[in-house]
């Protein structure tokens, strides 16, 4: 495990936002300039000010690049710099160091900052890689004794997003309206969904662009990966269903996906990387891997209904996944589709094997056949309008946590 | 029709790009800036150079605005500011008008200039919006008999596709590799894809935000849409079969779509509407619409070979569209799902009733069963290295030519 540090800063015990987590967002504080910053405790770093106070001048970046609306322009300088602004980061966080200590302006309190979108997301893919919700979706809809279809275990099935709706964690959205087709009937009507879903997901966030009619290898992966953000891919179940077939979900996607303000990065989850499951048959060679590639990332995720308190409804984790990140971008880039900074590829919906591991609404209520009584007493087969859906997630190992804090909506009823 | 104008400029008889066209592109010569340019005869007009002039001074609006990598910021200055830039430039290269006659840096030929990616693309959404080609797709991969799903009359079926490879004429674009099930076998082979096809497409450029939540009636559309572009929707068949099932297309499209460089603006094409097919059974309150939406726009296929000249392969219209860019939009939106400038929504594969009037070379070869005979000899039933498409479309009534000019792309081996 790492060298141990300590900071001048005051963490509380069990935050997520360790000295050896330090991930970056976009923040700003009233009316003032959105800028860069880095979660620490209860507290953000304000990257720019530390800028100003000349702490990056060995590594030449300009002053300005803290100061922006996305992280694009910064991740764009490359790993190498990202690296050192972070290690620089905790370095003058550190105990042992006290340049810091009387420039209070550095740091702001989270409450009283507003997070936003952290990058400038140009292209949306979602995978569908847990092997669990692929079975269990399968059991469902189409046949129990057959549930994965045949080109599952061949390649991690993918497919695109809306880019335009991913929102950031406190923004609330509304419960989609669209065509759906009602039990014993042949035409559909239109209405507000009554399956609205979340999906506990994760995302990563591209950190290199690559070039069109270039593959990505599993083993050059990790240099195009800038780090990870919780990720909640809301679904409206019936509209999917009447709409999905053949050319794959649409509108029961796009009205919203929200993510988490503090994107983790890859250097910061090195520790907890853990072997995935064995793949059989075996996989092509572009897909094949050597190494740890899969991340031990605890889940959960909590339903607050509108009169009642916050209810744990699914503890699930990252280390499930069947297909890690370095082969869904190795098979994303084996036709020679390009990558651009800043793009999300999210997970699909990350379920474990237990029932109280499933990472959806429809599979923990087992599409409305087992209701999830809440703590107050009511009944949930779906989401209901009010309710807010939080998702959490966090690495802990000898003693050492770093977390990604939570995304957060809550859904509203439909607009007229 | 619209009153007779003449130019002064000295404009191609039956050229695409008429005084009552004026379409907007991204454009620049040898090393200069990006700016932004309107399309006259063999001639780009520089808006920059105009608005030097002080020529869109009653505009307000600032002459960098000009001068541009796309045209993003211009267009969302609104469709007011839009069209007024446009009707002084027709004003200003008529016979009437004899202020530019003596400013030859305002002309660019066509010749000297490198054409761009229009717009920064957001996201991009793929319709299947013509019944011949969804008609003909689901004859030959499920049944005959039902050849369309239960809701393809109902909704307007569409999927999100990628925007990141989407380049403008002219970039010629790589071979895509993937995993193929090949004919008898059960486990998938990794090749170079031999079923590459170009899907004969036209794509509309959004011209004004939307929030989320918020819906696109029918009637309000055409204040959300810029104009129009061809698309080419580059697809690999047998890299699609294989993986479509069951969240639709992913690697066998995302590898390339090719734009036309100039867009062409609504009002340019407001004479050349007509009225579009009966749609039975009834639509949906939210997708009914009044007025003629559908665009009378001949499109045409040519495939030029290494070796010998353009064979015109098929001869399809705009007007075939069962469902037209109103409902599209209003689909697209009815649940909420915001759009943003610059967002192209293409309409899927445009066949029209006779077999060479088909938008793709799966429908025009019949699956590889009715292979084309092109003029030097070859056959194709699909794209092979080195060969050119082309798509091109124009419109024409009482003499008047409205024209989208081309988009071309030569298909060059995979990349090791």
């Known amino acids: 495990m790492a060298r141990k540090i300590t900071s001048w800063v005051d963490i509380p015990k069990d935050s997520d936002f360790s000295i050896y987590n330090l991930p970056f967002g976009i923040f700003s504080v009233g009316n003032g300039n959105k800028k860069i ?10 990257v720019s000010a530390i800028a100003e106070l000349g702490h990056f001048e060995d590594l030449k970046v300009d002053k300005k690049t803290f100061v922006t609306t996305y992280l694009n322009d910064f991740i764009n300088l490359g790993k190498p710099v990202n690296t050192a602004v972070r290690l620089k980061v905790q370095d003058l966080l550190s105990d042992k160091n006290s340049s810091l200590l009387d420039q209070t302006q550095v740091l702001v309190p989270q409450s009283e900052a507003h997070m936003h979108l952290p990058v400038r997301i140009g292209d949306y893919t979602d995978f569908y890689s847990s092997i669990e919700h692929a079975t269990n979706v399968g059991k469902m809809f189409r046949d129990p004794e057959n549930a994965l279809l045949p080109n599952w275990k061949h390649l991690p099935v993918g497919y695109h997003g809306r880019a335009s709706s991913i929102v950031v964690s406190g923004q609330n959205i509304y419960r989609p309206k669209g065509q759906v087709l009602l039990p014993d009937t042949k ?9 609205v ?28 990966i800038f780090g990870k953000v919780l990720f909640n891919d809301w679904s409206a179940r019936d509209i999917q269903k009447w709409e999905y077939v053949p050319l794959g979900p649409f509108l029961g996607k796009n009205f919203a996906s929200s993510i988490s303000p503090w994107i983790v990065t890859l250097e910061a989850l090195e520790p907890f990387k853990v072997q995935g499951p064995e793949q059989e048959p075996e996989v092509l060679p572009y897909l094949t891997y050597s190494g740890q590639k899969n991340y031990d990332i605890h889940l959960e995720v909590g339903i607050k209904p509108k009169n009642g308190e916050e209810n744990i409804v699914s503890r699930s984790n990252f280390k499930y996944m069947y297909w890690n990140m370095a082969q869904q971008l190795a098979h994303h880039t084996c036709n020679g589709c390009n990558m651009k900074v800043g793009d999300v590829l999210a997970s699909g919906t990350i379920s474990g094997k237990e029932a109280n591991s499933y990472g959806s609404m429809l599979e923990l209520a087992w599409g409305g056949q087992k209701p999830i009584i809440l703590s107050n007493g009511e009944e949930r087969k779906f989401i209901e309008d009010f309710d807010t859906v939080i998702l959490r997630g966090y690495c802990k190992k000898d003693n050492i946590r770093v977390g990604f804090g939570e995304v957060r909506a809550q859904v509203l009823p439909a607009l007229n």
């Open 37 to 46: 910053g880095i979660a620490i405790g209860d507290q953000i770093v304000d």
């Open 187 to 195: 035409a559909p009507v239109f209405q507000a969904s009554s399956k």
């Open 197 to 224: 879903d979340f999906e506990l997901e994760m995302g990563f966030i591209i950190g290199k662009n690559s070039r069109m009619g270039e593959s990505i290898t599993t083993s050059d992966a990790e240099d195009y």
